[in-house]
């Protein structure tokens, strides 16, 4: 079926750097998320993007955070800088559209670790 | 508050009986409800999702029960198989929003 690529699967980085993480989201879809999830717990919704622009973004996407999908190339993450609340699995998921009956497709996640 | 609770945090049943895996929530707007079925390492895939309006979902061994005036449902998971052993999440989002809320899961573990 669809899927959706995360790169890398695991990304180790010492505190205060920036860090990008991409996401190749399915080909025809139009609605990108980010979903931050601690040690194998809740899935904590961060921000859904569309058009280029931030729709809808939670408390937990922090100034340090922003996202960008230039051109249609990866839909990425960026943190910067980071901090050690940051260590998490980030999990890109696309939908073609928005609405209830639209089936969400998730990626493999990215594990991130800060030291 | 959190919006979305699961329970039981983990189960443990044997090959070839029903899990009943339960779900409840707050906001009263939640009008779509799919849950999520996740493997180590993995990314959660849907499993099987109801609206609403609908006061049951079944799919092959997946059955969902929702009982809106109670704000509760659960996932039925019949002739369960080793293969099922994972961790389940409910999930819910309401119209107007793409943006899911999620439970905590619950770990479900099927012993042969």
């Known amino acids: 079926g669809p899927k959706v690529l995360q790169i890398p699967s695991h990304q180790i980085i010492d505190m205060g750097q920036m860090v990008t993480l991409n996401c190749d989201p399915v080909?025809?879809?139009?609605?990108f998320y980010w979903y931050k999830q601690i040690l194998g717990q809740q899935m904590e919704f961060l921000v859904n993007?569309?058009?280029?622009?931030?729709?809808?973004k939670s408390k937990l996407f922090k100034d340090q955070f922003s996202v960008e999908r230039p051109d249609g190339s990866y839909f990425t993450l960026k943190i910067q800088p980071t901090a050690l609340e940051d260590s998490a699995v980030y999990f890109c998921?696309?939908?073609?559209?928005?609405?209830?009956?639209?089936?969400?497709?998730f990626g493999h996640g990215t594990k991130l670790s800060v030291l | 508050q959190q919006q979305v609770r699961q329970s039981p945090q983990s189960l443990t049943v044997w090959e070839g009986e029903t899990a009943i895996l339960n779900c409840s929530y707050e906001?009263?707007?939640?009008?779509?409800f799919p849950w999520y079925q996740q493997f180590p390492g993995e990314g959660p895939a849907l499993l099987i999702s109801?609206?609403?309006?609908?006061d049951k979902k079944e799919d092959g061994r997946f059955t969902i029960f929702f009982n809106k005036r109670e704000k509760k449902l659960s996932l039925h998971i019949a002739d369960s198989q080793p293969g099922d052993s994972a961790t389940y999440f409910c999930?819910?989002?309401?119209?107007?929003?793409?943006?899911?809320?999620f439970g905590d899961g619950t770990v479900l573990t099927v012993k042969p």
């Open positions: 998921a696309s939908s073609q559209d928005r609405g209830t009956n639209e089936r969400l497709f």
């Open positions: 080909s025809n879809h139009l609605y």
């Open positions: 993007f569309y058009n280029g622009k931030v729709m809808e």
């Open positions: 906001n009263s707007a939640f009008d779509y």
């Open positions: 109801i609206l609403s309006v609908s």
């Open positions: 999930a819910a989002s309401d119209t107007n929003t793409g943006k899911l809320t």
